[in-house]
Structures are given as structure tokens and as C-alpha cells.
């Protein structure tokens, strides 16, 4: 028997003050919208810090008979609006700091939508593809149960994030249910439907992008039949993001995936690009397109660009060179704080990821409202609601915007920030 443990991964070396830090990136945006609230600085405070981190130790046995040791977080970042919500990624750069930051992103997303829930974040650091299915259910289940203590209904609800799914979300709630010896589908969303998901759960972040992209063209005088569309990351988000803005009638003119990247000025076909790359693992070499790299997608020639992958692609060195007069940010913190003011000072109109992003967990609402009340609605029913929040949301930040002269990213910081301080201090502090 051997016990492997896991190296910390890239953002341990980088320093806690630097541009790639993710949780730094997230308090100086809202350290920024903060100092515009005029925040007490008690609400401050405690708006600045995590609730809650748990820091688990998830033991495997492996395929070949050995054991390895990973390690997971289970972050809550701040709880006074309701549960805390979101997702669980698996990846071998996942670190404290990143799951700090997507926890306190959850609680402003959330916010911003007017979804009532709190903030949080799971990871464990794990390469999924390095593993086999009876491997990745096995560490699910022991992190599930090693969390087990601060999740629930009530509590904390998990959700897929980058590198999990449906079928992650059936071990969890299987997991769980074996614990409390009954079924509770509500504890974790993004299930696989018939086992207590929502129809257009899968497809909600992607459709997200679509709502509050129609927006942003209004705003910018775009016409989307006619416009250049980038793509970077084909995954969940990404993936449909480009089908439902191709079905839309603009072009997408490149795509990328870990693997690298595809351009095609005269618009690519998303639906035989989704085949292509099921059956070859990815967009690398769709016949039609010249290749580009993965760092060169970014700065593509094109209208829109939606990163839809993780954090810290657009970024000082290459802020500039982005060509996209609307950003569309499917992924968590594509874009670092130094970015920001490049892209703001070209006049780029960032439609940010707080607001951009938050289809999916705008519909994991309706599918833990659905399991709770134990009646699921048509998926029209299901996108109609996206439609409404997701379009109040984009007028409601972009008002914001308006109103106090500042960028759209700092406009939603500002709203959901506003919003949670609110009810903070509507409900008192416990003393
Ligand atoms: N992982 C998604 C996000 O970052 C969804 C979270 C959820 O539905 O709870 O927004």
C-alpha cells in the first residue's frame, strides 16, 4: 500500500498579493465598491471574512490497489440571506484562496439575482482525468461524507462546477440520503432530471449568457445577427453558450478548449462542432478552421468575446490587446483587477461574471423550490423565470452603473453587496 498526497498547485507559488490571486482579485473589487457604498466598517468587516472553511482530508482507494490521499474545502462564505449555495469543483490546481474567492463571488452572485441564498464553494484537488469513474465516485462519496456536518436543505447546497456533473450530484445526494436514511433531493442542484433535477438546469448558465448578452447588445447598439462572437472554454457553460448564440444567427468565430484553440472568419457550425469534439475529445481540428492558440483566443478580431472556462485569462499582458468591444464573462474571475481597468479605460463593456454567469444558480433555485415542494415545472416554465431575473438583473446593475459612473463589474459588486448588508443588518448581529 502507498499514500500519495497532492501538491498544492501554480497559485501557491505566485503569493498572496499577487495579480493571480483569485481572493485578491475578488476584495479589491470589493474594496472598491465598498469605499462607493460608504460600508460601515463593522459591515465591512464582516463581509470581508469567510463564515466558515473546512479544510477535509479525502483517503481513496485506487483502481490498482493503493490508497492516495486528497485533500478538500468546503468554504461558506457568508450565510444571512439564506442556505449557502454553490458549486464543487475537481481539479489539481484547486487552493484555499480560489475557493475563498468563488465562495464570496457565490454570496454576491446570489445577491445580484435575488436568490435567497448565501455563498459558497467546494473544491477538491484531484486531476478527474487522470482517474476512473469508480475512482472520482469513491472520492465523492468520502468528501461527501467528510462535509456531511455543514451541508443540507437548509444549510449549504452543492452544485457541479469545473470537472463535475449530474452524475456527481446523484453520488452526493445518494451519499447523503444513506447518512440521514432518507431521501433529500434538495441537498445539492444540477441532478440528473428524474432523480430530482430540473429541466434546463444543464443548460441555464449557457442560456444566462444568452439573456444578459441580448441586454448588453441593446445597450451597445449591437446587432447579434450580424456580430463576430469568441468563444473560450467548450465546456458546460461555453459549449452551450456558442449553440444558443449561433441558434441566435451571430457568428462564432473562434472557439477554444484546454487543448487549444480553432478560427473561422466566416463563422463556424456550432452543432457539427459539439459532435466534433464529443468524438474527439475536443475542438482541435474541426475541419474548415485554421488553429490558434489557447493564449491568442483572447485577442481574436470579433465583437463579443464570452471566456467561459476559469480564472485570470484576460490580464495585464494581454488586456489590451482584446478587440471585443462586449465581454460576456460565463467563467468565475476570467478577468484579473489589473484587466479591468485596461479594458475600461478602451471602453470595453464587461457584462461580469456575478451577474453574467449567474443562470446556472438562478435555475438551481427553482430546482431546490421544485424538490421541495415535490412538483417540477415544463422547461418553458423553468426558462421563462431565467429570462425575467436574468434581464432584471442585467437593468438593475446597469442602472447602477449609470447612477454612480462606474464599470458594470463594480455596478454588481456594489448591488449585491448593498443587498447583503441589508438584510445583515435588518437581521442584527448575534451578540
Ligand atoms: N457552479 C455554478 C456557479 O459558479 C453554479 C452554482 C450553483 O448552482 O449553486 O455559479
Not at 470589493?30 to 465591512?44: I, N, S, T
Request: some cysteine; proline content about 5%; hydrophobic content about 40%.
Amino acid at each position: 500500500m502507498s499514500v500519495t498526497s497532492h501538491d498544492p498547485g501554480p497559485y501557491a507559488g505566485v503569493g498572496p498579493q499577487s495579480e493571480f490571486n483569485p481572493y485578491e482579485a475578488m476584495l479589491d473589487r470589493f474594496e472598491q465598491a465598498a469605499k462607493r457604498l460608504k460600508l460601515d466598517p463593522g459591515v465591512y468587516d464582516i463581509l470581508k471574512s469567510t463564515d466558515r472553511e473546512l479544510t477535509v482530508s479525502v483517503p481513496c482507494l485506487m483502481d490498482d490497489g493503493s490508497y492516495r490521499v486528497f485533500r478538500g474545502y468546503r468554504v461558506q462564505h457568508n450565510l444571512a440571506v439564506g442556505p449557502a449555495k454553490g458549486g464543487i469543483r475537481f481539479a489539481p490546481d484547486v487552493t484555499l484562496d480560489e475557493v475563498r474567492a468563488l465562495a464570496a463571488w457565490m454570496t454576491w452572485k446570489c445577491a445580484v439575482v435575488g436568490v435567497p441564498f448565501g455563498g459558497a464553494k467546494g473544491g477538491v484537488v484531484c486531476d478527474p482525468k487522470a482517474l476512473s469513474i469508480g475512482e472520482v465516485e469513491r472520492i465523492t462519496r468520502r468528501y461527501t461524507a467528510a462535509i456531511m456536518d455543514i451541508i443540507g436543505p437548509e444549510r449549504d447546497v452543492p452544485a457541479p462546477d469545473v470537472n463535475t456533473n449530474e452524475q456527481v450530484m446523484a453520488w452526493i445526494m445518494d451519499t447523503y440520503s444513506m447518512h440521514v436514511r432518507h431521501t433529500v433531493t434538495a441537498v445539492v442542484t444540477g441532478k440528473p432530471v428524474g432523480l430530482g433535477g430540473s429541466l434546463g438546469r444543464r443548460e441555464a448558465t449557457g442560456r444566462g449568457v444568452l439573456f444578459v448578452l441580448r441586454e448588453a447588445a441593446k445597450v451597445r447598439n449591437l446587432d447579434l445577427t450580424n456580430a463576430k462572437v469568441v468563444v473560450q472554454g467548450f465546456g458546460n457553460v461555453g459549449g452551450i453558450g456558442a449553440e444558443l448564440i449561433h441558434a441566435e444567427g451571430a457568428k462564432i468565430v473562434g472557439v477554444s478548449d484546454i487543448e487549444g484553440g480553432i478560427h473561422c472568419e466566416a463563422g463556424l457550425d456550432i452543432p457539427k462542432l459539439i459532435e466534433w469534439s464529443k468524438e474527439h475529445g475536443s475542438v482541435v481540428g474541426f475541419p474548415g478552421a485554421d488553429a490558434v492558440g489557447k493564449e491568442e483566443i483572447v485577442e481574436l478580431p470579433c465583437d463579443v468575446l464570452v471566456p467561459a472556462a476559469t480564472e485570470n485569462v484576460i490580464r495585464q499582458s494581454n488586456a489590451d490587446q482584446v478587440k471585443a468591444s462586449i465581454i460576456v464573462e460565463g467563467a468565475n474571475g476570467p478577468t484579473t483587477a489589473r484587466a479591468d481597468e485596461i479594458l475600461q479605460e478602451k471602453g470595453v463593456f464587461v457584462v461580469p461574471d456575478i451577474l453574467a454567469n449567474a443562470g446556472g444558480v438562478t435555475v438551481s433555485y427553482l430546482e431546490w423550490v421544485q424538490d421541495r415542494m415535490g412538483y417540477f415545472w415544463e422547461e418553458d416554465e423553468v426558462n421563462r423565470r431565467l429570462g425575467i431575473v436574468m434581464r432584471r438583473a442585467f437593468h438593475e446593475v446597469h442602472e447602477m452603473a449609470e447612477k454612480h459612473d462606474v464599470g458594470m463589474r463594480i455596478a454588481a459588486y456594489m448591488l449585491g453587496i448593498d443587498r447583503v448588508a441589508t438584510f445583515m443588518s435588518k437581521r442584527g448581529i448575534y451578540a
